[in-house]
């Protein structure tokens, strides 16, 4: 009867890890659609994109340079939104009220790539750049 109840417990363990076990599956992530950028406002970058019916994808990942701060920054935006503004930040990392953020004549260049829930991230990347009126 030990040997059964060994036999049992040691198939169980198995079963465990199987289903635990990564199968290597990834989620291609869609494309976003016909990105824009919209620097019509005095001290504002409004970037825009369409989500495509099929949005498989989690987030889009946008990278760019501040110039304001000083280094690159990343800013993840959720499927549900279809626009960006940078972010007005303190020293102390906390974000306030969004406003006139930048400053006339800097130059901002964004790369925008969709990510899958797996992780994956689509080839394409959109490149927008812009000078702030």
């Excluded at 504002?44 to 989690?58: F, G, M, N, R, T």
């Amino acid at each position: 009867m030990k040997k059964v109840l060994n036999i049992f417990f040691i198939l169980l363990v198995a079963c465990v890890f199987y289903c635990c076990e990564d199968k290597g599956e990834t989620v291609v992530p869609s494309d976003i659609l016909n990105p824009t950028i919209d620097n019509s406002q005095a001290g504002k970058l409004l970037l825009h994109w369409e989500v495509p019916q099929d949005s498989a994808y989690l987030y889009v990942r946008i990278k760019y340079y501040d110039p304001n701060k000083q280094k690159d920054m990343v800013q993840l935006v959720s499927v549900y939104a279809n626009t960006f503004q940078i972010p007005r930040i303190d020293d102390k990392g906390s974000t306030l009220a969004y406003g006139d953020v930048v400053n006339a004549g800097d130059e901002y260049k964004f790369t925008l790539q969709t990510v899958s829930s797996t992780e994956t991230v689509n080839p394409n990347v959109h490149t927008l750049d812009s000078v702030v009126q």
